[in-house]
């Protein structure tokens, strides 16, 4: 009786952390792909950045969003001007610039100039063996992340060598995920 009342106390946890992504660092993804092989999306956001925000509210918060990438991936959620130690392909990469206590924009991590991003948010898809497989740029709705989330899911990306490929990918690419 007292395991079917703790299973029952739990079960609304359970269905609550189904309901949203479960984020990690990017070194505790790199070694659960070393137990179970996984590809990475990370989330590279800064505090300041109001379309990051609309990302988290909107976007990361859709159910087939949260559902797709808790299936099919790592999820991690990288400050780019935060202070944690990254260690990738054998550098451990930081933010020696980091300004404690600093209003606004601050320093840039190191990981982050290491992808070459070019504004936030930025999502960045990493292959089963960590290795990077691209960034995308700026904020996405859950209609514009699922073409990219499937396409990388899928493998697709490896046959898109083209840019008429991708474009007669995006043509025929059926939508499913509801706003």
């Known amino acids: 009786m007292k ?19 479960q984020w990690m660092t990017m070194n505790e993804a790199l070694a659960a792909q070393k137990e179970s092989p996984k590809k990475i999306i990370m989330d590279v956001y800064t505090n300041w950045c109001g379309p990051c925000k609309m990302m988290d509210r909107d976007t990361f918060s859709n159910k087939d969003v949260v559902q797709f990438i808790n299936d099919n991936f790592y999820a991690v959620k990288f400050n780019a001007e935060g202070t944690e130690e990254i260690t990738y392909l054998d550098f451990t990469y930081t933010n020696p610039n980091y300004q ?25 898809f990493f292959e089963e063996d960590g290795k990077l497989i691209q960034p995308v740029v700026g904020y996405k709705t859950p209609k514009q992340l699922e073409i990219y989330l499937k396409m990388i899911a899928n493998d697709d990306y490896k046959k898109l060598t083209t840019a008429e490929a991708w474009e007669e990918y995006q043509k025929k690419f059926n939508y499913t995920f509801k706003e």
């Open 3 to 21: 395991k079917i009342i703790v299973l029952l106390a739990l079960l609304p946890i359970t269905l609550l952390a189904q309901n949203k992504i």
């Open 100 to 124: 404690e206590g600093r209003k606004g924009r601050n320093a840039t991590h190191f990981f982050a100039d290491a992808l070459r991003l070019q504004g936030y948010p930025s999502i960045v």
